[in-house]
């Protein structure tokens, strides 16, 4: 007896192990005889270090604080300190500021208030035309006045007297900026480090000086870069489908009303925000990039009950079309009251300028060029001239003529039916974008003893690049290029939403840029370019978060993790002596 139970036992040992040997995983192939090239090794490195590993979206918490508040707290100092900088006036600021009762002190010549800045603005009342759009009197809007209303209230509170210093603005701008960081630590998926790197690069966009400036300045500038990076943190929020859905795209919502209402300019952000409403995100409840319970089990939608099944169709057409079509068109709306409260005298300055200052200076043949508008060929001696000019078209006894003749649409159909001056266009826009920093007007306080119009220059890595990209701007264009094809590479492979941030960030440049070809032309194009230098600057720290995601390659390690979790559960159960026997 004690023979057949050994001998029992030796059987049921040999078919275990054969059942082990023939379930048992094959063992992955070495790659120590093929050694590891320079690049690979770099490369995973840099994934293990800075990579983003898993694409999971969970709170920062503490990180996410820390991360925001040293944002504001380098920004500060960055601007005040050893000695204030900021962004001179060249004129534009008084229309904005004045509403809140206040007049700048500088010096009346043009010439003399342009080379240093002047932050303090006192209190003062306005009548008549002396306060609004210059020339007409017509009130200015701009999301930009709630920082300057709430550097006013700060103004005091610092021992800056009365009125406003757009110092206390700088510092308002600075504390939003940090929130602002904190949450996109928040929303951006992977581990912690890789979120921080990504706030980083982010903070030196906004810390040079070319972006910074602008938040010690009465310009409306600021609201459009701080707006453009809350849109960026709520479609985030929104694609990675965390939380109530109307909440999520309430917030898209109100940042984009924020950003368009900066400036005129700023209403080209629609379309591509209509584009990242419609481009839905994952389900909600799963890893970023990771399929839901349907998608991984087709038959599940099957088992599920009919009322269930039809209730979730619904809500899933809420939520995937009703919700965000709604979104778009009061976005929309907004946008359409904006540009219809705007003064009346900028439309006219911006078509002027767009015929006068663009269109016919820059053309081969001005006279065709003005039959094909339906002007006067005497309008060809006002060609380069601006509305305050001594030739300007103004003076001209048929001015009435290009009033009843030129509109937008009419210059873009211009263009389209000439694209060869489109191409043109193109390339001095281009050139202007990486031209950003503003030679005519200082950056330092008159007391600082510091040159006229200097400028500063304290951490001028955008400008660097942006400098050096100039001597050869098919490579911006390639870089705008890159970002697009791998922003569509990532959000389609990984089904991340930073893939979807890349894409839409990089057509809302080229759409801004397009805008301010089309109406502010070559007039002070400079500063006008400065939001689509921006937006073009934010590409930068979204391509190194793209080419982290594509080189470390989460998605292999989770299902490289999943399997390994299987087989030690097959092994498991293998080991078992119930399942042996």
Known sequence: MGETGSGSTTHVKVAADKAQETFAPSPVRSRKGRGISPVRAVAGYVSKT????ELRVAGAGTAGIIA??????????????????????????????????????????????????????????????????????????????????????????????????TRAVGIVCCIVFGLLITALVNVLPGRISFRVLIAALVTGVMADGIFADFFVSPYSEPAAFLGTLAVSVALLHYWNASGPRWLAVLMVVLSTV?????????????????????WQPGTRGTLDGEPDAVERDPSA????????????????????????????????????AFIGAQPKRFSELNLYNAVFVELLPNSPTPEEDLRWLGLDQSFINAMGTTVASSRSAVYNPLYHQFAEEISLGKIAVFYITHP???INMGERGITAMLTPELGYVGSYMESA????????????????????MKAVPVAFVGVQLLTILLGFAVAVRKRSAIGRLAVVMALGCWLQ?????????QSEIYKHMIIAGFMAALCGPLLVALIS?????????????????????????????????
């Open 449 to 468: 003893n510091h040159e006229p119009y200097e400028k500063e220059r304290r951490f001028p890595v955008v400008l660097g690049l942006f400098s050096a």
């Open 50 to 53: 800075l990579g983003p590993g």
């Open 420 to 422: 060869e001056r489109l």
């Open 258 to 278: 924020f950003t368009i209402s900066a400036k005129t300019q700023t209403v080209s952000w629609l379309p591509v925000i209509a584009l990242a409403l419609l």
């Open 549 to 581: 995601i594509l080189a470390s390659d989460p998605q292999a390690r989770l299902s490289q993790k999943r399997r390994a979790r299987r087989s030690k559960a097959q092994d498991r159960t293998l080991r078992d002596p119930a399942v042996s026997a």
């Open 301 to 336: 939608r099957g088992n599920a009950p009919k009322s269930t099944a039809g209730r979730g169709g619904l809500r899933r057409r809420w939520r995937t079309l009703v919700l965000p079509a709604t979104a778009v068109l009061v976005i929309g709306v907004f946008s359409v």
């Open 68 to 165: 925001g508040l040293a944002a504001a707290i380098l920004m500060v100092i960055r601007l005040l300190f050893p000695e204030p900088v900021g962004m001179g006036d060249q004129g534009d600021g008084h229309r904005l500021v004045c509403s809140l009762g206040v007049m700048n002190v500088r010096p009346w010549d043009y010439t003399a208030f342009t080379q240093y800045l002047y932050p303090s603005w006192i209190p003062h009342q306005f009548y008549g035309e002396g306060c609004g759009a210059n020339g007409s009197g017509e009130p200015y809007y701009s999301s930009q006045l709630l920082f300057l209303w709430l550097g006013k209230l700060l103004t005091p509170i610092l021992g800056w007297g009365p009125g406003l210093d």
């Open 513 to 521: 840029f397009w805008a301010v070809m089309l109406t502010e032309g």
